[in-house]
T-cell receptor
């Protein structure tokens, strides 16, 4: 059974703290993503990675950084947490698309259960 | 850039009634379209996807969606809703040439009443 796990379900931090959110997938997927989910705003992409040590900014990268030292692990870092970073954080992974045939060039993203981060 | 609009924030239906959740997309070329479901306290799960071929797509849990290019829509339907379908539903669109990056809508929360 495919699985994406996130290090914590709930996390409470103080303003100014450095925060690490960890995500691990056991499916050998090339792509990994970090989203934040807020009521009325849906999911917004923070960063994604398509290979080890490779990363691309998403739509809202400000205040965040990421690290991918191993294929199965993708970390989201809040260098100095602020109250406006209180949110639900979702990690996802997906395999590379097949290059032949009629398969979709987009593959399903598999999501972890999320980390609800509160910054006080 | 692509975008997705889900005009209904919240929908309430009776158990056994039919369901239609609306999704409109904006993208210049043929879009790649998805519907995901998020049950309370859980991550998202793919219900179905469309990228070419038959415009009526069947998914898991008895859901289907119809792609209508003329209306830029990809509405999700189910003929008879079960109480376990109460969840939040997200439509998403992918653009060609990207690294699997998709854009999600703001979601529609479904409440099912007995």
């Amino acid at each position: 059974d495919v699985k994406v796990t996130q290090s914590s379900r709930y996390l409470v931090k103080r303003t100014g703290e450095k925060v690490f959110l960890e995500c691990v997938q056991d499916m050998d997927h090339e792509n990994m993503f970090w989203y934040r989910q807020d009521p009325g705003l849906g999911l917004r992409l923070i960063y994604f990675s398509y290979d080890v040590k490779m990363k691309e900014k998403g739509d809202i990268p400000e205040g965040y950084s990421v690290s991918r030292e191993k294929k199965e692990r993708f970390s989201l870092i809040l260098e100095s947490a602020s109250t406006n970073q209180t949110s639900m954080y979702l990690c996802a992974s997906s395999p590379l698309p097949k290059r032949e045939g009629r398969d979709s060039p987009y593959n399903e993203q598999f999501f972890g259960p999320g980390t609800r981060l509160t910054v006080l | 850039a692509q975008s997705v609009t889900q005009p209904d924030i919240h929908i309430t239906v009776s158990e056994g009634a039919s369901l239609e959740l609306r999704c409109n997309y904006s993208y210049g070329a043929t879009p790649y379209l998805f519907w995901y479901v998020q049950s309370p306290g859980q991550g998202l799960q793919l219900l179905l996807k469309y990228f070419s071929g038959d415009t009526l797509v069947q998914g898991i849990k008895g859901f289907e969606a119809e792609f209508k290019r003329s209306q830029s829509s990809f509405n999700l339907r189910k003929p008879s809703v079960h109480w376990s379908d109460a969840a939040e539903y997200f439509c998403a669109v992918g653009a060609s040439g990207g690294y699997q990056k998709v854009t999600f809508g703001t979601g529609t929360k479904l409440q099912v009443i007995p």
